[in-house]
């Protein structure tokens, strides 16, 4: 088992960071460019030495290579001070004078993310990683909200619709599997809002808390639960829809198994055999989602956050793209891939834990 977790770890290394290759040059590749989109003055014309010192001071003039250097490796070692006068006297791979304004630049002071360090935000001048910290607990408590929701319903969904296989409870959930699977998130949210926010008025129309008042920290959830509903409601419905299907058929396979039927031969009662047997074992495929679904929750939902101006995670996503704030960006997609990767992992662990053949 120690070999196989080694081998695996191993295995995630060129996997993390071939996703953040691809997710730099599609970001490069969006149009427009964050120097335009910081610079942009429609009072004035921007001059070109504006828009040069800009982007030499943001890193974004370099080739492609070099600036994905940066951003891994740092660039402390790239243009350094020798001799103490705060400006750079030797580089490497980039130019000493970035701007062309006929003096050289400081030295970098940036170590890279292999040394813990993910830049300055473009935008908010400030460290990604704090900017993804403070809008953490709100991701959290919503999709917190959402996993407690779909499985406390979806896998007693599940299992009740296996034990009356083909009778109309069974039917209905299938159906509703299907439409909850179907539904577009943003539709629904919509949907949910003109309804209970607009037309009745009994639920707010977005956000966390009541901007009259606000309060920093946030007021206790059960002073704002109202906030709550609709977006976990949404987000809720696809993960019943999920955990109910994948429940059902892991059931039933689970039903018509040997060891089920010795047990009703025994002579045991049908609610010890369903609960005490067959649910144990039908939870063995659901250690696949678990572990992906744990770390999910710390990326966020983009859509729900958007449509329901949540302040987590996925908003702050969504802005950093719009934006093209590439420290925050890569930042972000870093983390949650190395996350992601891991939950993969817990899944294999969970899946030997659950069933021990699986370790040999």
Partial sequence: MTKFIIRRLLQAIPTLFGITILTYLILVAAPGDPVTILTFDPNQFNSRELVERVGARLGVNDPLPVQYLRWLLGDDWMRWDSDGDGLADGSFLIPLDADGDGEPEPPGERRGIIRGDFGTSFVYNRDPLELIGARLPATLELNVAVLVVGLTLGIPLGVYAAIKRGGWFDNSTRLFAVIGNAVPDFWMGFVMIIIFGAILGILPLGGRNDPIGFRDPYPPIWERWNYLVMPTLVSALGVIAGYS?????????????????????????????????????????????????????????????????????????????????????????????????????MSDILYAIFDPRIRY
């Avoid at 040997?258 to 045991?268: E, M, P, Y």
């Avoid at 859509?303 to 934006?323: C, D, K, M, T, Y």
Wanted: glycine fraction near 6%; avoid cysteine; proline fraction near 4%.
């Fill in 245 to 345: 299907r994948y429940m059902r058929t892991s059931m039933l396979e689970t039903i018509n198994s040997d060891f089920v039927r010795t047990a009703r031969a025994k002579g045991l009662t049908n609610t010890t055999v369903w609960f005490k047997h067959a649910f144990r074992n039908s939870m063995i495929p659901l250690a696949t989602f678990l572990g992906p679904t744990l770390f999910s929750l710390l990326g966020g939902s983009v859509v729900i956050e958007r449509i329901f101006s949540w302040p987590g995670v996925g908003l702050l996503l969504l802005e950093a793209v719009n934006n093209q704030d590439f420290p925050v960006v890569m930042a972000s997609t870093f983390i949650f891939s190395t996350l992601t990767i891991f939950g993969y992992l």
